[in-house]
């Protein structure tokens, strides 16, 4: 099982970084976005991360561009890798639509952070194609991914997944369909937990992120990090897990819903818990 040719559906952060790395590793890479513009913004955000890679002895930005082509709509490939919003059933019409468009043999990956894969499978006939594959941001830039089997996930996908991601100069590691899987069911509470820090005056978001930092050799705190992530995308994982695993404590903070609803989402809209220029 080989994916020469592959398909990226959703052109933001997640997956202009995704077609960048996969173009890079000299696969054919189409890269699709439903949304106006969505697919000439990624790729602007591809040359900026590429030229800055080039002055550090990373290929000419031209040569994996290259690689790039624009996708009008679910086209036939080897693989598809699926970036689209945090949504459960906006990722299953999507994974319905290129079941539908794709050949039977192809390979459907979801980029998921947290929403189950076997749910994703369920929506397609060739349940045991399909497969989670969790980059983290920057794609380019950070080295693991989750490899996730859904209930219904092959041997034969699950193996080429994990060849697949190590020729892309990733380290896989692999995990069993649960919801969050092993990252976010570690990483979101820790967010969490400091937004409730912050919420209950415990410090300031400066400080909170300071002690990360100094205290636990993390390179960002975990206010940043959010910031990083976006606060929605925060508050769908800890949804999924809160509803899936069953225990409050997974319960988004109350601040973390009220800069949403006022949409302060984080570096994307400017302001989360910091404000960016």
């Given at each position: 099982?080989?994916?020469?040719?592959?398909?990226v559906?959703?052109?933001?952060?997640?997956?202009?970084?995704?077609?960048?790395?996969?173009?890079?590793?000299?696969?054919?890479?189409?890269?699709?976005?439903?949304?106006?513009?969505?697919?000439?913004?990624?790729?602007?955000?591809?040359?900026?991360?590429?030229a800055?890679?080039?002055?550090?002895?990373?290929?000419?930005?031209?040569?994996?561009?290259?690689?790039?082509?624009?996708?009008?709509?679910?086209?036939?490939?080897?693989?598809?890798?699926?970036?689209?919003?945090?949504?459960?059933?906006?990722?299953?019409?999507?994974?319905?639509?290129?079941?539908?468009?794709?050949?039977?043999?192809?390979?459907?990956?979801?980029?998921?952070?947290?929403?189950?894969?076997?749910?994703?499978?369920?929506?397609?006939?060739?349940?045991?194609?399909?497969?989670g594959?969790?980059?983290?941001?920057?794609?380019?830039?950070?080295?693991?991914?989750?490899?996730?089997?859904?209930?219904?996930t092959?041997?034969e996908?699950?193996?080429?997944?994990?060849?697949?991601?190590?020729?892309?100069?990733?380290?896989?590691?692999?995990?069993?369909?649960?919801?969050?899987?092993?990252?976010?069911?570690?990483?979101?509470?820790?967010?969490n937990?400091?937004?409730?820090?912050?919420?209950?005056?415990?410090?300031?978001?400066?400080?909170?992120?300071?002690?990360?930092?100094?205290?636990?050799?993390?390179?960002?705190?975990?206010?940043?990090?959010?910031?990083?992530?976006?606060?929605?995308?925060?508050?769908?994982?800890?949804?999924?897990?809160?509803?899936?695993?069953?225990?409050?404590?997974?319960?988004?903070?109350?601040?973390?819903?009220?800069?949403?609803?006022?949409?302060?989402?984080?570096?994307?809209?400017g302001?989360?818990?910091?404000?960016?220029?």
């Amino acid at each position: 099982m080989t994916f020469d040719r592959v398909l990226v559906a959703g052109a933001g952060q997640m997956g202009a970084g995704i077609a960048q790395v996969v173009a890079a590793s000299g696969r054919e890479v189409l890269l699709y976005d439903s949304v106006p513009g969505a697919v000439d913004r990624g790729v602007e955000t591809m040359g900026r991360s590429l030229a800055r890679l080039h002055e550090k002895g990373g290929p000419p930005p031209d040569d994996v561009l290259g690689r790039v082509t624009t996708a009008e709509e679910l086209v036939d490939a080897d693989l598809l890798i699926e970036a689209i919003v945090e949504h459960a059933e906006t990722k299953k019409e999507l994974f319905r639509a290129a079941d539908a468009a794709m050949s039977p043999g192809a390979v459907l990956a979801s980029n998921t952070s947290s929403i189950p894969i076997t749910e994703l499978a369920a929506a397609t006939a060739r349940p045991e194609r399909v497969v989670g594959m969790h980059f983290f941001n920057p794609v380019p830039m950070l080295p693991l991914v989750e490899v996730i089997r859904a209930e219904q996930t092959s041997d034969e996908t699950a193996e080429a997944i994990v060849a697949f991601a190590r020729d892309l100069g990733k380290t896989p590691a692999e995990a069993n369909d649960y919801p969050g899987f092993v990252s976010n069911r570690i990483l979101m509470p820790f967010l969490n937990e400091a937004a409730y820090a912050l919420m209950e005056g415990v410090a300031e978001p400066e400080a909170i992120d300071t002690v990360a930092r100094l205290g636990f050799a993390h390179p960002m705190g975990p206010l940043a990090l959010a910031d990083l992530i976006g606060l929605d995308t925060c508050v769908a994982i800890m949804e999924v897990l809160h509803e899936g695993l069953g225990d409050p404590k997974y319960a988004p903070c109350p601040l973390l819903r009220r800069h949403v609803a006022a949409g302060r989402l984080g570096r994307k809209t400017g302001r989360g818990f910091y404000e960016y220029a």
